[in-house]
C-alpha cells in the first residue's frame, strides 16, 4: 500500500519540528510493502503556534494544507493540532530523528497494525 506522509523538518533530514512550529512540511510517497520511499515536494506554511498559543482557525486551516496526507510526522504535537488533523483522518505520530529512519518505524508500526487487524 502506498501512503502520503508530511514529514515537519528543518532541513528535509531529520524530523525535528513541532506541528505548529514548522514552515515547511516535506512530503514523501512510501510504500508500505516494499518499505522505501520517495521525495514529492515541499509545502511552505505560516507557524501556527507562538509560545504556547495557537489559534485553532489557523490549526485547521494547516491541518487541510496537508489534507491529501495519510500520516504526519513531527516531533512533539499538541491536543488541538492532533484534533484538527482528525478532521481529515490525517494520523500523526512523533517519531523524532533521522527522516529514513523515523519513515521505517512509521511504515514497520502500520505494517504490524494491518496484521492484527487481518486476524
Known amino acids: 500500500m502506498r501512503y502520503k506522509i508530511g514529514i515537519a523538518s528543518s532541513d528535509g533530514k531529520v524530523v525535528n519540528l ?3 512550529k514548522a514552515g515547511v512540511f516535506y512530503i514523501v510517497e512510501a510504500d508500505g510493502e516494499a518499505m522505501t520511499f520517495q521525495y514529492i515536494e515541499s ?3 505560516e507557524p501556527v503556534c ?11 486551516l494547516l491541518a487541510e494544507r496537508l489534507k491529501d496526507c495519510d500520516f504526519v510526522l513531527v516531533s512533539q504535537i499538541g491536543n488541538g493540532a492532533r484534533a ?8 500523526a505520530y ?3 530523528g533521522l527522516l529514513e529512519e523515523s519513515i521505517q518505524r512509521l511504515l514497520s508500526f502500520v505494517k504490524v497494525q494491518k496484521l492484527l487487524v487481518e486476524r
Open 50 to 60: 507562538q509560545g504556547q498559543e495557537h489559534d485553532e482557525d489557523q490549526l485547521l
Open 84 to 91: 484538527a488533523l482528525d478532521r481529515f483522518h490525517i494520523d
Open 43 to 45: 509545502r511552505t506554511t
Open 18 to 20: 513541532h506541528f505548529g
Open 94 to 96: 512523533e517519531l523524532p
